[in-house]
């Protein structure tokens, strides 16, 4: 049995951002992770300027995260008729001074996962061991029950547990033994990944179809110096009318493209080709659109929830990962503030668990996408001219509003403060020593 002054269930980024975050600090953990190896799973994610200021703060290079993906420069959204709906620019390019980054999931996690190794040794994430519940023994003693890949099981004792272990969250089930089952939003999502030739700015994220209807898709990779080509990230999603529980338990389940291509089947402009794009991959990722009702908190005594495990959302607002990361870092701060103690997971409940929610209802009607349903409702998606369907201030005012809910607002985030100053430590240094036995 070892003792730690944190437990953290769950590897993915948020586990292993809040495993960088406590080590800066000054706060040793131990992540527990299910999978018996790290291997990077995934296609696309975003990281929004807020998230990548967090990740240049625990001491990660602008080069390290070009090699994992491409600066974003602009979102896009475009009507069936292959006519723009609306455009911005992002990252620098938009004024901030974080740039935002389109990369490679599993790639990032592995990025994450190799520097906890560098800092805080080798034992530091424990792999094959998947938290099955705990025991709360006082405000500030709380015992993770693990069951290994070999078959055994133990117990590690902490001051605190965090919960990252994603949407489908052992430590959230038992925290909220009432909660509802997974929520489904009538969508089915595909995932994949194509080598293409990049089009608009060469890194534009674009939204193209109706609410109901849409493949996004933007670059992931500076394209390749010899052919031009960059490995493109696609989301292929449709409202599907009947809800079947097999897919709602599938996350992530790999399926030929031929079983969803004819849907996009006429997808074609002078400038796009869907079908190709789509049946450039090999195989793709049947992903439902689902998330999880709100809960009122993330924190019991000694147990928190971070990431997916607090707020697993729709990706319409591209900001899951980005959110996990700010989750650690703001975990991290009231660590510093209040020691390794129930109270710092009150304040860190206090400060995201309610706007957080909120986010978590926005992205269900849509998030930024949301400016497709208007367009929808005001013209059933056909328009010649976009001004006469929803006037240019209207699609801006729409997209501030977004940007400040999910803490990404320009002037907002470029005057903050670092949510931790650099050289912050934790205030009372925690006395457990790490031991086995
Ligand atoms: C395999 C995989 C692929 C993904 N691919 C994409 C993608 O392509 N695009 C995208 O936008 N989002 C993807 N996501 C989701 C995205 O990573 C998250 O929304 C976001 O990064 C928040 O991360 P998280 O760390 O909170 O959760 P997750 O990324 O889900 O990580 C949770 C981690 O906890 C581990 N775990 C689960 N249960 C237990 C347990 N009981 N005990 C110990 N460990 C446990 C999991 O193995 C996982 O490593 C993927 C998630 C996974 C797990």
């Known amino acids: 049995m070892s003792d730690h002054p944190i437990v953290i269930a769950g590897g993915g980024i948020g586990g292993l951002a809040a495993a960088l975050t406590l080590h800066q600090v000054g706060v040793e953990s131990v992540v527990l992770e299910a999978v018996r190896e790290m291997r990077p799973l995934g296609v696309g994610v975003n990281l929004q300027p807020n998230a990548v200021r967090e990740l240049y703060d625990l001491g990660i290079e602008e080069s390290e995260l070009a090699q994992l993906g491409i600066a974003a420069q602009e979102w896009a959204l475009v009507g069936l008729n292959g006519s723009e709906i609306y455009s911005e620019p992002r990252g620098r390019l938009a004024g901030y001074r974080w740039p935002q980054f389109a990369v490679h999931r599993g790639k990032l996690q592995m990025l994450l996962y190799e520097k906890v190794l560098q800092r805080l040794g080798p034992g530091a994430v424990q792999l094959g061991a998947r938290v099955t519940g705990y025991r709360v023994t006082s405000d500030e003693a709380v015992t993770a029950l693990v069951a290994h890949a070999d078959g055994s099981a133990s117990e590690l004792h902490g001051r605190l547990l965090i919960g990252a272990d994603g949407i489908h969250s052992v430590v959230r089930a ?34 193209l179809g109706t609410h109901e209807h849409r493949i996004v898709f933007y670059p992931i990779s500076q394209p390749d110096p010899r052919t031009g080509l960059s490995m493109i990230n696609w989301i292929a999603e449709v ?16 399926v030929p493209v031929d079983s969803f291509l004819h849907r ?72 510093c503030e209040h020691g390794v103690s129930s109270r710092a997971l009150a304040s860190y409940d206090a400060k995201l ?24 409702e005001r013209c059933g998606g056909v328009f010649d001219r976009i001004d006469d369907v929803i006037p240019s201030w209207e699609r801006a005012a729409f997209m501030a509003d977004y940007r400040a809910a999910a803490g990404f607002a320009l002037e907002a985030l470029n005057s903050a403060p670092p949510i931790l100053p ?3 430590r934790v205030a009372r240094a925690p006395s457990l020593s790490a031991t086995s036995g």
């Open 174 to 207: 038992q925290m909220h033994p009432d909660q509802p089952p997974i929520h489904w939003g009538g969508k089915m999502m595909w995932r994949g990944v194509t080598w293409g030739r990049p089009i608009r700015t060469g890194s534009s994220f674009v939204g």
């Open 239 to 254: 409202a599907l009318s009947d809800s079947d529980d097999r897919r709602l338990s599938g996350w992530f389940r790999q």
């Open 264 to 335: 996009f089947a006429h997808w074609r402009w002078d400038w796009l080709d869907v079908p190709a794009l789509i049946a450039g991959a090999q195989s793709a990722f049947e992903n439902p659109m689902i998330d999880r009702d709100p809960v009122e908190t993330w924190v019991c005594g000694p147990v928190g929830l971070l990431g997916d495990a607090a707020h697993a959302m729709y990706p319409t607002g591209s900001n899951g990962a980005s959110q996990a990361i700010v989750d650690a870092r703001v975990l991290g701060a009231a660590i």
């Open 353 to 376: 668990c309610g706007p957080i929610s909120k986010l978590i209802l926005r992205n269900r009607s849509e998030g930024p996408f949301g400016l497709l349903n208007i367009v929808d």
């Open 422 to 424: 650099a050289g912050a």
